[in-house]
C-alpha cells in the first residue's frame, strides 16, 4: 500500500503591492525555517498572497487536485482571514483537499518563540 504523501504547505500573507521585496522576504524566510525544522510534515511549502504576486488563487490553481493545508500569517483573525482568503480559496480551480488553520498570531505558543 503506497504511503500517503503529506500536504503542501501554502504560507498566505497581506503582501504589498508597492514594495513586493519587502513583504516577499519575511514569509519566504519564515517558509524555510519551517521547511527545516518540518521537513517530513510537507511534500512542499509554497508562498502566496492576497495583495500581489504569487496570488493566492494562483498557486491553489497549481497545485490542482493536491492535499492543502493554508497557514494565514497574520497577527489576528479579521477581514483578509474571514473574507479576503476565502474569496480568493472560492476563486481557485482547487479541488483537492484544503484545511484553513487559524491565523498564525492566535497560536497559543507564539509567545514563547
Do not use: Y
Amino acid at each position: 500500500m503506497p504511503v500517503p504523501r503529506p500536504p503542501v504547505l501554502v504560507l498566505v500573507a497581506h503582501g504589498s503591492p508597492s514594495a513586493p521585496d519587502g513583504a516577499r522576504q519575511p514569509i519566504e524566510h519564515l517558509a524555510a525555517a519551517i521547511g527545516q525544522a518540518m521537513p517530513d510534515s510537507w511534500s512542499r511549502i509554497c508562498v502566496a498572497f492576497l495583495k500581489q504576486t504569487p496570488d493566492l488563487t494562483g498557486v491553489l490553481d497549481d497545485l490542482a487536485n493536491q492535499a492543502v493545508v493554508l497557514l494565514p500569517v497574520f497577527a489576528g483573525e479579521g477581514f483578509f482571514t474571514r473574507r479576503a482568503l476565502p474569496e480568493a480559496v472560492a476563486a481557485s480551480r482547487h479541488h483537492g483537499p484544503l484545511r484553513v488553520t487559524a491565523a498564525l498570531g492566535t497560536h497559543p505558543r507564539l509567545g514563547e518563540v
